[in-house]
């Protein structure tokens, strides 16, 4: 049975948040905590921002950016996926004839290379 919430109980509330949040009865120890979980959840929001953030450039940009910079190769890469990740782009791409695969990073703001792997079978 629940509890019908009376002026009685909304005063014993309100006095209970008065208490525990009043400067003289708050010790050290319960600020350092409360400051903790503000730095922790400060933290936590700038990453999930930062890995959700959106690239400035679009992705045929970022395409074209990497296929410039593989133009030079003599056989033709097939490109297997385009994802998004931290506000850049994640290429990887496969090419049979020289039996290589690799992964590369573009900058979602300059269109640069940041980062290239390649494996050899």
């Known amino acids: 049975m629940q ?3 009376n002026h009685k ?3 014993y509330v309100l ?3 008065h208490d525990a949040f009043n400067e003289r009865t708050r010790g050290k120890d319960d600020m350092k905590k409360i400051l903790t979980i503000i730095l ?3 933290i936590l ?5 930062r890995f959700n953030a959106e690239p400035e450039i679009a992705e045929e940009e970022a395409l074209s950016s990497f296929i410039d910079q593989h133009s030079n190769d003599i056989a033709e890469m097939e490109i297997l996926s ?3 990740r931290w506000g850049n782009y994640i290429i990887e791409w496969e090419n049979e004839e020289n039996c290589e695969k690799g992964t590369n990073t573009v900058d979602g703001d300059t269109a640069a290379i940041i980062k290239g792997e390649v494996t050899l079978c």
């Open 45 to 49: 929001l700038f990453v999930f921002w």
């Open 9 to 11: 109980n909304f005063n």
């Open 82 to 84: 385009i994802n998004k």
């Open 15 to 17: 006095k209970y948040l």
């Open 40 to 42: 922790i959840c400060a």
């Open 3 to 5: 509890k019908k919430l």
